[in-house]
């Protein structure tokens, strides 16, 4: 599904009409600050704005976390929906009707396709939930009422059971559904005989809801464990599911992120650690339902709170989970704890909470560690330190740790750590940290990858001024800058594209661009639309002088290449016919020169 399936006329039709401070104002509280409008990012924790509106430009920017958008990308966010449903959203905000099947057949039918995945879903959750009400001596029940799962948190999580294979498909049937829409759901398969059957038969089923509260998945336990069975079944990748995507009570989070009242996020385990938790009143707990936290998961999460407490479970898959988690979460700078359960006392959150209680579980949490404290604590584990070769893998491993996540000044904290454990001076860790190669490796490659010379340095920057004054109407007359954009990068394709307006007489502004091209705070538009232009005396000698290099860049790169070609000219004669064109761009690269 791409945003171009919409007409770029109803889209800015729909922008039009739907002014981002309006909007924004509906989630976030702004004040005006000069020509801007400020808050606090909706998107991280922070206690001073950072979070800014240009309404001239109809585009937001965070300067804390760096997220950026137009309308469509703030109710995306804010709504956690596609592009699709936020141009729906928007739509309807300004009383208008979405494109007809004529102009967006394609779009429609997906998604329409998609609609008729979630009732089916919905249907499916309606009907495992009242299987679990209406039988009360089901085996599903009778392991709820062992795990002490109260009728509140049933109705809060929409928790079910299949009875059998038969049932789910037959009833669907009757609902109008056809075999195809029930595939593509998830929730029935193909037998042998070609008979369809319920995909969580004989299960108890854990319904799993996107940020906007529609049920996406399920996640079906077996209550009577088998050898041909597996403990868990689980949603394949449907329409409306990205596994990768998706967290075991997220929805909680954002109603709790809504009423400001999310500082910090418990991830757990399982569908029952989280429901547990909630059932006590700890409800900013969500579970990663046993697989990898994944990096949207962690952009997802970031998109709530900062500080998070990791409480997996304490056997080896858990410490290994913990681990991953660990790197994924502090990749996006996110303030990481762990918290780590006595084996001999309880194995997850559940069992703590059961034997424990809330209180015990509360002092718990409170004293969660440093995430880096955990790892360097937890790894020494693994060796004799009364060993020299041991400790010399131990104090490679630490290392190697703490300069990957590490700032300065928190290096010498965990330094100290170190040398506590392997009993070394601190100045030798300190200067093996600073003189070793850890992770310098992967820097060099970035670095020398992304390595300018003083000149390309030099004509990067004088794009950016120039497409930024372009976007800005402070210059019309772009003809003789097309020769600076003829590579195949995103600079270019921004020209390319506002060259196009220009020439069709078409109005443009920012807020367009978030349509058209992929902006994140690495993007090169990025900084295109954030350019700060110099008073308006130095702008245009800036300006002049940026065009006239920009025209000595051209020429020079043009002598260069007629260079080339007479170098490698095969024949005297052919040589010497490269020479009047060759002294033509030299007199004009003197010539601008002397301007």
Same mark, same amino acid.
């Given at each position: 599904?791409? =945003? ?18 309006? $909007? ?24 001073? %704005? ?34 699709? &449903? ?17 102009? +967006? ?10 609609? *008729?995945? !979630?009732?089916?879903?919905?249907? &499916?959750?309606?009907? !495992? ?19 002490? @799962? ?42 042998? =005989? ?8 004989? *299960?108890?089923?854990? /319904?799993?809801? +996107? ?20 403990? !868990? ?6 329409? $409306? ?8 009570? #997220? ?15 418990? @991830? ?25 936290? &994944? ?47 006595? /084996? ?30 955990? $790892? ?48 070394? %001076?601190?100045?030798?860790? *300190? ?24 000149? +390309? ?17 402070? @210059? ?31 109005? #443009? ?25 110099? /008073?308006?005396?130095? #702008?245009?000698? !800036? ?36 020479? /009047? ?15």
């Amino acid at each position: 599904m791409t =945003r171009t399936s919409i007409s770029h006329q109803f889209l800015d039709e729909v922008r039009s009409k739907n002014d981002i401070v309006d $909007v924004a104002s509906k989630y976030i509280t702004l004040n005006r600050r000069g020509g801007n409008y400020w808050a606090c990012c909706p998107f991280h924790n922070e206690k001073t %704005p950072s979070f800014s509106i240009k309404q001239d430009g109809q585009f937001f920017k965070c300067f804390g976390c760096g997220e950026s958008g137009n309308v469509f990308n703030l109710v995306m966010k804010m709504e956690n929906v596609d592009f699709y &449903t936020a141009v729906e959203i928007l739509a309807k905000n300004a009383g208008l009707q979405m494109p007809s099947e004529k102009d +967006n057949k394609k779009m429609l039918e997906l998604k329409q396709k998609r609609d *008729r995945i !979630y009732q089916v879903l919905k249907a &499916t959750t309606e009907f !495992y939930h009242n299987n679990l009400l209406n039988s009360k001596n089901s085996i599903q029940k009778q392991y709820l009422e062992k795990r002490k @799962i109260s009728d509140e948190m049933i109705e809060k999580f929409k928790i079910g059971a299949s009875l059998n294979f038969d049932d789910l498909p037959r009833h669907l049937r009757k609902l109008g559904f056809t075999p195809d829409e029930m595939i593509s759901a998830g929730v029935v398969g193909h037998g042998e =005989r070609d008979n369809l059957y319920d995909f969580y038969g004989e *299960r108890l089923i854990f /319904p799993i809801f +996107n940020g906007f509260g529609d049920v996406v998945a399920y996640s079906g336990r077996a209550i009577v464990e088998r050898d041909d069975r597996a403990k !868990y079944k689980n949603t394949p990748q449907t329409l $409306v599911f990205n596994k990768s995507e998706i967290l075991f009570g #997220y929805n909680f989070l954002r109603d709790l992120k809504k009423e400001h009242l999310l500082d910090t996020i418990i @991830i757990v385990e399982g569908h029952i650690d989280v429901i547990a938790c909630h059932q006590v009143g700890i409800t900013n707990t969500i579970g990663c339902m046993g697989t990898a936290l &994944t990096p949207q998961h962690a952009r997802k999460i970031k998109q709530l709170a900062d500080n998070i407490i990791l409480c997996l479970d304490g056997d080896g898959a858990g410490n290994l989970a913990t681990y991953k988690a660990i790197d994924t979460l502090k990749s996006l700078n996110l303030n990481v704890k762990v918290v780590r359960l006595d /084996p001999t006392v309880a194995k997850d959150p559940d069992e703590f909470l059961k034997k424990r209680g809330k209180e015990e579980f509360l002092d718990l949490l409170s004293r969660a560690i440093d995430c880096v404290d955990f $790892v360097l604590t937890d790894s020494a584990k693994k060796y004799n330190l009364e060993s020299n070769s041991d400790k010399s893998k131990y104090i490679n491993e630490a290392l190697n740790y703490i300069s990957k996540f590490s700032s300065p000044a928190e290096r010498e904290i965990y330094l100290s750590a170190v040398q506590k454990m392997v009993k070394i %001076p601190i100045d030798a860790l *300190r200067k093996s940290l600073t003189t070793s190669d850890y992770g310098k490796s992967e820097e060099k490659e970035i670095v020398e990858s992304k390595m300018d010379t003083e000149s +390309n340095k030099y004509i990067k920057d004088s794009k950016i001024m120039l497409l930024s004054s372009i976007l800005y109407k402070k @210059i019309k007359n772009i003809d003789d800058l097309s020769g600076l954009f003829d590579s195949d990068d995103e600079l270019s394709s921004l020209y390319a594209f506002l060259k196009e307006k220009i020439d069709n007489n078409s109005e #443009y502004n920012v807020s367009m661009l978030f349509d058209n091209f992929e902006i994140n705070d690495k993007s090169l538009i990025d900084q295109v639309i954030n350019y700060e232009f110099p /008073p308006d005396e130095v #702008y245009k000698q !800036y300006l002049d002088d940026t065009i006239r290099r920009v025209k000595i860049y051209e020429l020079t790169k043009s002598l260069d290449e007629l260079k080339s070609k007479m170098k490698n000219s095969s024949t005297v004669d052919e040589q010497i016919s490269y020479l /009047p064109k060759i002294k033509e761009l030299q007199d004009k690269i003197n010539k601008e020169k002397s301007k």
